[in-house]
């Protein structure tokens, strides 16, 4: 069965130092993969995405993530985090076997990111 | 967020009434989403429509009905909510299989 796991409900991090929000998924082909962040009392923003190719992906806002297939990984990073940064950020999955629903995304329980200045 | 509209932003709305969510995409996509956001609770997908067919419900109760006039609309239609239901409700469409635009979301609060 197809799932993501955000291990950390909360990340805390200075701002200006770096940031990891980690991401496991489990799928039975090959996965899509996003990260979306959302602000309060907004919708979901998409930041980035891995489909093939480069396993460092580059997002937006200085956000990348890198694709870890061994691992089932695929954690956001960025060099240096901002106050701005401060939201929650999902991770999320589409399998891409055959047979898998259109558009069935399969979101991780999101993580809050705090930045303290 | 600017290519697909919800309104309202907020609704408060009693047990016994009738309302509707409406969606709105401005971006030419073929599937169109309704996602449920509970405090403390993953993201819910309740409906998935493309080319205005329904393709999947996933065991949403009556009380929510959904209506999908053309690939550019979306409608949740509520009547006779529980308490529980409240949550806010995001709407979100796709050009097939790429990455899914999500609206800003009705604040749905049922007394």
Known sequence: AQSVAQPEDQVNVAEGNPLTVKCTYSV?????????????????????????????VKGSYGFEAEFN???????LKKPSALVSDSALYFCAVRDLSR??????????RGTQLTVWP | ETGVTQTPRHL?????NKKSLKCEQHLGHNAMYWYKQSAKKP???????????QTENNSVPS?????????????????TLQPEDSALYLCASSQ??????????TRLTVT
């Open chain 2, 12 to 16: 408060v709305m009693g047990m016994t």
């Open chain 1, 99 to 108: 047979g898998s629903t259109l558009g069935r995304l399969y979101f991780g």
């Open chain 2, 43 to 53: 993201l819910e997908l309740m409906f998935v429509y493309n080319f205005k067919e």
């Open chain 2, 63 to 79: 009380r929510f009905s959904p209506e999908c006039p053309n690939s550019s609309h979306l409608f949740l239609h509520l009547h």
């Open chain 1, 28 to 56: 039975s082909g090959n996965p899509y993969l996003f990260w979306y962040v959302q602000y309060p009392n907004r919708g979901l923003q998409f930041l980035l995405k891995y489909i093939t190719g480069d396993n460092l």
């Open chain 2, 96 to 105: 097939s299989q790429g990455w899914q635009y999500f609206g800003p979301g």
């Open chain 1, 69 to 75: 297939k061994s691992q089932t990984s695929f954690h």
